[in-house]
């Protein structure tokens, strides 16, 4: 006889707000005062068959719940999202879009959850609060799954990693997720990350002198834009563009264009393909970090940085804006942010070796700090050929998430070899082969951003 029909309603309330915390992990009173998730007809880009829900939590966030016709191993993946590019409110959309997207773990067989975060913008452990607590409203009116995995992907791997730390153990018991999958992570806390921002932005206007114009209120860079600042994204780009020719063929741009992109690109070292896009976070994230976050307080530096790959290194380096960081911005921002190696499940990361938006350096950060925490057996790494970050070949996703859960469940430690071997029996299934590379090792992310005293 089903549960419903054994308990009163009251009792069975009773036992799921209790299921909701297990095992040893406290509730979040608010999640008892959440309304239920609604159901709602699935993206066609989900698997038929499947249900969806979505929701509105106690503190703002929106999130939609997905789960297939055969739920795989009973496995919830709680979906970590990146970004934060968005800086404004919090939207369903937001959800929708990254469900969208991450369908494929549904398509393997896996319930999906994945919050919007509370607001756009930073806070890394605010959204680990946010994935959180959609766990406990998933358990609280689905039952509590056989296992839960982290999965965060590019920011929202940041948010994993200190997820993985900050409920790793809950009063000495083991906490709520099993598991932890990074994909294309920006790793290792926010200064570190984010550091290259700031070189971009003072070698960009050494080179370009139009961010800000001469004319228009001058600022110092690390704050990203002014508060009452009108600039757009489409102005902005145009600015890039008027400078460097980066949207054109490279046969239409001047001479002059041409040497200031090369400047740019060589030493900050990223492609050309981002350069918009990491000026946008540059300016816009940065704001949001450096002003709302942090009270105007700035917690980045580029004193002591010696930046080469220009035509005249002496000349660039004697002629950029130079910040130091305000210690307290510092210290809120590591706190926030900076995962500490403390972790006490598995982590399986995933890097493309050539993506264009968050260097795969961060992963020899992040290892380095794995083992410092004294949690470096708990790590494995696995790397492919590929140029992308927002999403890699399909069935590689899969397979990560078989090598992962066969580490929690039976101590199979997976290798880079054995995720190939996985990947390989997903490729008739899903779009796209496997690029893995077994025995690719990143660099130290000192070899790719120019390094400072702190």
């Not at 966030?61 to 055969?70: D, E, V």
């Not at 946008?280 to 930046?307: E, K, V």
Request: aromatic letters at 8%; glycine letters at 8%.
């Amino acid at each position: 006889m089903p549960l419903q029909h054994i308990l009163s309603a009251a009792a069975l309330a009773v036992l799921l707000s209790a299921c909701a915390t297990a095992p040893g992990q406290p509730a979040m009173p608010e999640v008892a005062k959440a309304p239920a998730p609604t159901e709602r007809a699935c993206p066609p880009e989900v698997p038929t068959g499947a249900k969806c829900y979505i929701g509105e939590d106690t503190v703002g966030s929106f999130y939609w719940i997905a789960i297939p016709a055969n739920w795989n191993r009973g496995v919830l993946v709680m979906h970590a999202h990146g970004g934060p590019a968005d800086t404004g409110p919090a939207t369903l959309q937001r959800s929708e879009e990254d469900l969208k997207r991450w369908a494929v773990t549904v398509k393997a067989g896996y319930a999906w959850a994945g919050s919007s975060y509370r607001r756009g913008g930073y806070g890394v452990t605010m959204a680990a609060e946010d994935t959180e607590r959609l766990r406990q409203i998933f358990v609280r009116h689905f039952g509590e799954p056989k296992r839960t995995i982290l999965h965060g992907q590019s920011y929202g791997a940041g948010v994993a990693s200190k997820a993985a730390e900050l409920y790793s153990t809950v009063d000495g018991r083991r906490g709520p997720y099993d598991g932890v999958l990074l994909t294309s992570g920006v790793l290792g806390g926010g200064a570190r990350a984010y550091d290259f921002r700031l070189d971009l932005r003072v070698i960009y206007q050494y080179v370009c002198k139009n961010h800000p114009r001469p004319d228009e209120p001058q600022y110092p860079l690390w704050m990203g834009l002014p508060a009452d600042a009108k600039l757009t994204r489409a102005e902005l780009a145009a600015r890039i563009d008027e400078c460097t020719g980066v949207r054109k063929p490279a046969a239409q741009r001047t001479e002059q264009q041409k040497a200031n992109l090369s400047t740019i690109l060589s030493t900050v070292r990223i492609p050309e393909s981002s350069l918009v896009g990491n000026m946008n976070w540059a300016t816009w994230l940065m704001r949001d970090l450096t002003q709302l976050r942090l009270g105007g307080r700035n917690p980045f530096t580029n004193t002591g940085a010696l930046y080469r790959g220009s035509a005249n290194d002496t000349a660039l380096n004697s002629g950029v804006l130079r910040y130091a960081p305000d210690r307290l911005a510092v210290e809120e921002l590591n706190r926030d942010s900076a995962p500490q190696g403390k972790v006490a499940m598995p982590v399986l990361s995933f890097h493309a070796s050539n993506d264009p938006t968050a260097f795969v350096e961060l992963q020899s950060l992040y290892r380095d700090i794995m083992h410092r925490g004294g949690s470096g057996d708990r790590l494995v790494q696995v790397f492919s050929d590929e140029a992308e970050h927002s999403y890699v070949s399909e069935p590689q996703y899969p397979a990560l998430f078989t090598a992962l859960l066969d580490w929690v469940e039976r101590g199979d430690k997976p290798t880079p070899r054995k995720v190939l071997a996985l990947c390989k029996g997903y490729e008739a299934a899903y779009r796209g082969t496997c690029r893995i590379q077994p025995d690719y090792s990143p660099p130290a992310l000192e070899t790719r951003v120019t390094p400072r005293p702190r």
